[in-house]
């Protein structure tokens, strides 16, 4: 049995800024729609080409739901970790490298990006990205990381202070709680479970599940207690996760890994039905697989699959980027472009305001 082919859409994500209010559109392939019909064992094989964005990341959670759907929630892969932090660190790279300097409108800093992709192992992967971050590996408190904010000359320093000077009464929403919590699972589940499920617009409400929610440095759970969640702490956040991605490649954190910096499985509601996570820079990547009971379980094939990403719960018309946005009272530009890059979305976007059209890698 074949499967039809997505038709092929250039992911991209629209804001519309009106005196109505905001609206937000993504455009997305329909990839699940390829994989219904196939063995799974030839879906998993096809997922890193037609999932490339955070490709390792879509792999082991696409692996992992496939593996809980034939009753083996717990099953783990040897090999693909390394990977996925290494995949993580040039994900914070191109952040630093090349989105963020455009903010300030600065030349990107391909030489360094370039050292990051090139580096022959580990431990220069984790200097690479440690100096696009200088100094920030010693810092240990809120009131360092401040200090390294206003003295810091390094450009991911420069882009923060930037953000505050440009912040004026902005709303601050509370941060998701551990993405590893019932209560965060129960959600997932329902936004999946979801008839029609579609994943730009997640049932139950889209949540917030980027590196501030995930709080994977000790020193973000300080950013939700004082700033709750708002362009700068979500800023310094991604920051704190680089250095987290930094210390992980050396495996000198001496922190215990929380559960949200690994991947993980469960079976879900239905028979045959599973769910797998992965966990990416921008957050944790869900797909949730059913397939068919067969007596040969290699050969059993995929009858539904859905994926849910970072970027959907964000950028959803109802998510936290169009609640924020809706609370600014005259957004600028700047304003605008600032706010997506605390998202950090996986896709282009563009603005509409008026008659104007602006682009954004």
């Known amino acids: 049995m074949t499967s039809p082919q997505p038709e092929f859409i250039e992911p991209r994500i629209e804001i519309h800024l009106a005196h109505g209010g905001i609206d937000i559109q993504q455009q997305r392939p329909a990839i699940a729609r390829a994989l219904v019909g196939l063995p799974a064992a030839v879906a998993l094989q096809r997922i890193p080409n037609l999932l490339p964005i955070c490709g390792h990341a879509q792999a082991t959670a696409a692996a992992r739901a496939v593996a809980a759907a034939k009753g083996n929630p717990q099953q783990q892969q040897a090999g693909l970790d390394t990977r996925l932090w290494r995949e993580q660190a040039m994900a914070c790279g191109w952040r630093l490298c090349v989105d963020w300097p455009d903010l300030l409108g600065e030349i990107r800093q391909m030489p360094a990006l370039k050292q990051l992709h090139q580096a022959a192992d580990d431990k220069q992967r984790a200097a690479a990205l440690g100096e696009m971050i200088e100094g920030l ?92 969640s708002s362009v700068l702490s979500r800023l310094l956040a991604q920051l ?122």
Request: with cysteine; proline share 7%; glycine share 6%.
């Open 240 to 361: 704190l996760d680089a250095r987290f991605v930094a210390r992980a490649l050396l495996e000198t954190n001496g922190e215990k890994t929380p559960a949200s910096a690994s991947a993980w499985s469960l079976q879900a509601g239905g028979e045959n039905s599973g769910v797998g996570c992965a966990v990416t820079a921008r957050g944790p990547v869900f797909h949730q697989v059913r397939l068919s009971q067969g007596k040969d379980t290699a050969a059993d094939t995929v009858i539904d699959w859905r994926v849910l990403a970072p970027t959907d719960w964000h950028f959803a018309r109802r998510g936290p980027v169009a609640r924020e946005l809706e609370s600014l009272a005259k957004p600028t530009r700047e304003d605008i472009a600032l706010v997506v890059a605390s998202y950090d979305p996986c896709a282009p976007w563009t603005l509409h305001q008026a008659e104007t059209v602006e682009h954004h890698a």
């Open 137 to 228: 590996a010693a810092v240990r408190s809120l009131n360092d990381l401040l200090a390294w904010v206003k003295h810091g000359e390094c450009l991911a320093a420069r882009v923060v202070r930037h953000a505050a000077e440009l912040a004026n009464e902005q709303t601050m929403i509370p941060p998701l709680s551990p993405l590893n919590d019932s209560g965060v699972r129960a959600k997932l589940r329902s936004a999946l479970a979801d008839d029609p499920f579609d994943p730009l617009e997640p049932a139950g409400g889209p949540l917030e599940v980027g590196p501030l929610a995930m709080a994977r440095d000790p020193l973000v759970r300080e950013l939700q207690d004082s700033m709750g």
